[in-house]
């Protein structure tokens, strides 16, 4: 794994908010209950590319954008991807709730 490649981030699925956004679709947020989460130690979680993997399923033949809003007690991190080139780039961090 490359120091750039984010696809084995581990993400909690509590708080966090997945925004799809596919052409001229409404942009979709789609809950967490809706991803076949993985649970490690009582938390539900999954990967960058566990997401990425499971909404190139839902969106076959459709080119797409993810924004991840993982959210912390102070501080949260903005993760972006696109099935075009099907990488995941870090695209911000907030202070509080994002």
Known sequence: ?????????????????????????????????????????DIPYLTLQDIADQLEARCKGRDFLVDVWEEGGLSGTIYRYNNMDKKWRKHGTTKGFA
Do not use: A, W, Y
Not at 20 to 34: A, K, L, M, W
């Open 1 to 41: 794994m490359h120091n750039d490649d984010l696809s084995q981030t581990f993400i909690e699925m509590i708080d966090t908010r997945v925004i799809v956004q596919s052409g001229n679709n409404p942009v979709c947020i789609v809950p967490n209950d809706e991803f076949n989460l993985k649970i490690h130690q």
